[in-house]
């Protein structure tokens, strides 16, 4: 009997202990004008006790136990919003207060979703407002408007490109080591798996999960059960880069045996874009499976990828679109009947990670990733040997070329042509322009004529080959993070990353063009073998030909951050340091550089260290000042570490770590009809490197005094560049179903001083691979590559029948076309057989600054106007959710938008420039150009379930 009671006490006792730790949470979901929102799904993370708001929209979560846990609430025709709150012990309930649902804004195929990390929702009370994700908390109409409305015309916040941002997996960076840039390409088309990343941060705010940099953190976790269960299909049609695009998705949802699986695959494609003789083929899939180990443990593996197969298009001068309009493309030609494009990236890099989840005590976790990425990313274009250019818009075949500085040689007024003589070849003109266009054969590649070519020199090999530069990359990741609360208002967060990448490039013969082999020989190079140490100098479909090499590269880095949370007052610190070690391994002894071109380099390492902070003031519930601060160094990529990797292991001159210091000033109010951000910025990085390359005229090559003509590699070191600003946006509840945004960006990106330049050309009178040229005047020069000063007003209506018609007015500013520094260094106007500046061909004096200035003043684009705007509506039928939206961009179809642009730099001593951009009638080597394509749309279809 005793012994039946003790069993019976300490059931009771046991008992009476659980129900203690256990918590009822519970909220009460409203639309923007205070109404209950009912039957919205309220998905508990990594469970799957997920619930439905009854019809006073309340909904509770029971025998919650203490920790920390995240919900997503979703409904049709209404943003999704995540919520984040800690249980603690003996809390019997915790009330997470009414939940401010928004309506969708955009179209539902966008997802773009809202953040906030709180434990109530208490707007008059400054105490308990939310400040962690302040900024993402609710949509920011920023950054909304920057992505989807002024994103479209290559617009970028604050002049920050691809470089500068953050896109983590699983807390596995995707930024590539080449470059530093993301290529979005290894997941595209997975919209469904990448709709509601985890943490989406802007500009400098510090990030729970890296260091970050200027433009901003994305975060996705791709965990199986943190996916909605249910299944989606979606067909869209388009006019942009693709036509069509099908994709399903099937999530799980977490069952009892502790199993989840997510699975996610699309296909775009058209077999001929908007630019003529563009094409796209891209799959992509997704697989992600959780397997729970008890309440602490999980492992979750995923795999995704994207193969993609593309036709590229052309840049091309203003002479071109001119006389075929601004579809027109150089890249492809007739054969067989079919359109070829030249150009084609052929790219499939997947990935695999496992990853693994653990929950330590109440307050802490412990997540770390292993990644594993492999693959290859291949770029075809003709070359030739001892050919003609096959360009179909090769100066010499343009009609402008009877206007070449040949004809002025013979010229009764020397370089300035006569009245007379220009009067004369008017006509001469104007008959070429009329073959030119005549010529629609002409106008394309002549693949008839290059394997013809071939095959009368089959003994001597190909004159004509297609071939692919391959970068071929095996990436391994291994990242850490931890995670704990010291106190109910302080986290601490700690980030470790390990990443090791060996990157094999090479060029690869992809077609003979009829031919029987092709010859690994050097045409600009006295006909020397690419590598002097090869058995044979025949190359045959699949080899490798004139370049080998491997880049290596270990880099580990540790992030630490905190947070605290006081009653007016709220810190974030974060602060990193990252070694890396860079190395190259050359297979070809190149003729130029036969003791710098095979074999392993001297190792370049890299020290890097920095600081971010964060500071916020509540002044009240609704309005905040936040203060961003940030300093640290970069390491250079590989791309700037070796001048020129492909043939030899020279080390960028003068090559130094970027110095950034950032900081920004924000004031915030967050109301029910007024939300609004009005921030300063400023921006310094220091010691940049910048590499191009090109085909240069009348340049002095090392000791040799006379102009001569060679490829070339520019090589800048030691930029500095400012960037400083202002940011304002307003959204504006004009009505309960009406909105007005307005966005304006007010930007001034410059280069602030005057770096050293150094040029390198593959030739016997360069030693050391380069050579100092002097100083570039570039100070005071505009960063291109983005419109520098936009705005934006926009109004949208929102129907309480789930239907939404949206429409935007657009104006870009300030875009500028990237300019080449060479002609900005002495070098340009010294004649090279006296030492003295060049006598104007013109004045007949000699050239001065103001003369060179006016030469090379930086073109400025005009001003834009685009006109956006979207519609669509959801239905609802049980348990089945079906939508349809369609958005058009540039609806009044301005093709006049340069949306990038570069000087071809072909002219690098100030005679020859003058001659081609001021004499001549026609620029037979203007700027290489894009044009925005006109009018787009995207139609979208779906079904839930």
């Not at 001159?653 to 939300?675: C, M």
């Not at 951000?677 to 005229?697: Q, V």
Request: charge should be neutral; hydrophobic fraction near 35%; aromatic fraction near 14%.
């Amino acid at each position: 009997m005793i012994k039946k009671l003790s069993i019976i006490s300490i059931f009771g006792i046991l008992s009476f202990s659980a129900l203690q730790a256990q918590t009822t949470v519970y909220a009460y979901l409203k639309d923007a004008q205070g109404k209950p929102v009912e039957n919205a799904e309220v998905d508990l993370r990594d469970s799957d006790n997920d619930v439905t708001a009854d019809k006073i929209g309340y909904f509770q979560f029971v025998d919650m136990k203490p920790g920390h846990y995240s919900i997503t609430i979703s409904k049709p025709g209404f943003e999704h919003k995540i919520i984040e709150f800690d249980v603690n012990a003996n809390e019997k309930k915790k009330d997470l207060g009414s939940i401010s649902l928004a309506p969708s804004l955009d179209m539902a195929d966008l997802g773009v979703i809202t953040i906030d990390d709180s434990d109530t929702q208490d707007s008059d009370n400054g105490s308990t407002q939310p400040t962690v994700g302040l900024l993402s908390s609710g949509r920011d109409a920023f950054a909304n408007v920057a992505a989807f409305e002024l994103g479209a015309y290559w617009f970028r916040p604050r002049g920050v490109d691809n470089r500068f941002e953050d896109i983590l997996f699983n807390g596995v960076s995707m930024s590539k080591n080449d470059d530093g840039r993301v290529d979005f390409s290894n997941w595209g088309g997975l919209n469904d798996v990448t709709r509601y990343p985890l943490e989406n941060v802007e500009n400098l705010t510090p990030s729970e999960f890296t260091f970050g940099n200027l433009g901003g953190v994305t975060y996705y976790n791709t965990r199986a059960s943190s996916y909605r269960k249910g299944t989606s299909l979606a067909y869209s049609l388009t006019n942009r880069s693709y036509f069509h695009r099908a994709m399903a998705t099937y999530n799980s949802g977490l069952n009892k045996k502790g199993w989840a699986y997510s699975i996610s695959a699309s296909r775009r494609w058209a077999e001929e874009g908007v630019i003529e003789g563009t094409y796209q083929d891209a799959y992509a899939y997704f697989l992600s499976v959780e397997k729970r180990l008890g309440e602490r443990h999980a492992l979750n593996f995923t795999a995704f990828g994207s193969p993609t197969y593309r036709g590229s298009n052309s840049p091309n001068t203003q002479e071109v679109y001119d006389l075929a309009g601004k579809n027109y493309n150089s890249y492809w030609g007739w054969q067989d009947g079919e359109k070829r494009n030249s150009r084609i990236r052929k790219v499939f890099e997947p990935v695999f990670q496992m990853a693994h989840y653990w929950k330590i005590g109440k307050s802490s976790n412990l997540n770390s990733t292993f990644s594993y990425q492999q693959g290859e990313d291949a770029r075809s274009r003709l070359d030739w040997f001892h050919g003609a250019d096959p360009n179909p818009t090769y100066y010499r075949k343009l009609p402008s070329y009877i206007f070449a500085p040949t004809t002025y040689d013979d010229s009764d007024g020397g370089y300035n042509i006569t009245a007379a003589e220009f009067n004369a070849y008017l006509p001469l003109y104007a008959r070429g322009i009329y073959d030119w266009r005549q010529n629609k054969a002409g106008q394309q590649i002549d693949w008839a004529s290059l394997y013809n070519a071939n095959l009368n020199n089959l003994e001597k090999g190909a004159v004509y080959t297609m071939v692919e530069d391959v970068n071929r990359d095996k990436t391994i990741n291994f990242v850490s993070h931890f995670d704990t609360r010291l106190k109910d208002n302080w986290k601490l967060n700690v980030n470790f990353n390990y990443q090791n990448l060996k990157s094999d490039n090479f060029r690869r013969i992809k077609d003979l063009l009829g031919a029987a082999y092709a010859n690994n020989l050097d045409a600009f190079g006295g006909d020397k073998p690419f590598n002097v140490d090869g058995m044979s100098t025949r190359v045959y479909k699949g080899d490798r030909t004139q370049y080998s090499y491997i880049l290596n590269r270990d880099a580990a880095a540790l992030n630490i951050s905190t947070e605290l949370d006081l009653k007016r007052w709220n810190f974030v610190l974060s602060g990193f340091s990252s070694y890396s070690e860079s190395f190259r391994d050359g297979h070809y002894r190149n003729h130029f550089y036969l003791n710098n071109s095979k074999g392993k380099s001297d190792v370049y390492n890299s020290l890097d260290y920095g600081a971010k902070g964060k500071l916020t003031y509540k002044i009240n519930g609704r309005n905040f000042l936040v203060a961003n601060g940030a300093y640290f160094t970069l390491a250079p990529t590989l791309n700037e570490i070796f001048i020129n990797p492909r043939v030899n292991d020279f080390v960028t001159p003068n090559l130094q770590n970027q110095e950034i210091a950032s900081s920004d000033f924000s004031y915030i109010t967050r109301g029910q009809v007024l939300k609004l951000r009005l921030t300063g910025y400023y921006t310094s990085i220091k010691n940049s490197t910048e590499i191009s390359r090109y085909f240069a005229e009348g340049i002095q090559l090392g000791t040799d005094a006379t102009a001569q003509d060679a490829f070339v590699a520019e090589i800048l070191s030691g930029i500095d560049k400012k960037y400083m600003g202002a940011e304002f946006a307003a959204d504006v509840k004009i009505t309960p179903t009406l909105t007005s945004v307005l966005v304006v960006s007010y930007g001034d990106y410059t280069i602030s001083n005057n770096p050293t330049a150094y040029v390198s050309i593959d030739s016997d009178l360069y030693p050391n691979g380069y050579d100092e040229i002097g100083t570039a005047k570039l100070k005071g020069y505009k960063v291109a590559g983005t419109p520098q000063k936009a705005a934006s007003l926009s109004f949208r209506y929102n129907s309480t029948k789930y239907w939404w018609f949206g429409m935007s007015a657009n104006y870009l500013m300030d875009q500028y076309l990237d300019f080449s520094a060479l002609n900005r260094t002495p070098n340009f106007y010294t004649d090279p057989t006296t030492g003295d500046n060049y006598i104007h061909p013109v004045t007949g004096q000699v050239v001065t600054q103001s003369d060179v200035d006016a030469l090379n003043k930086q073109k400025k684009f005009d001003d834009q106007f685009m006109l956006n705007a979207n519609i669509g509506k959801s239905f609802l039928f049980g348990k089945y959710r079906v939508g349809a939206s369609l958005s058009v961009n540039n609806i009044l179809n301005n093709r006049d938008y340069v949306t990038g642009g570069f000087e071809q730099g072909r002219k690098s001593n100030f005679t020859e420039s003058y001659v081609d951009n001021v004499i001549s009638p026609v620029s037979l080597f203007g700027p290489k150009l894009w044009y925005d394509r006109g009018t787009t749309f995207f139609a979208n279809v779906y079904l839930r379930f």
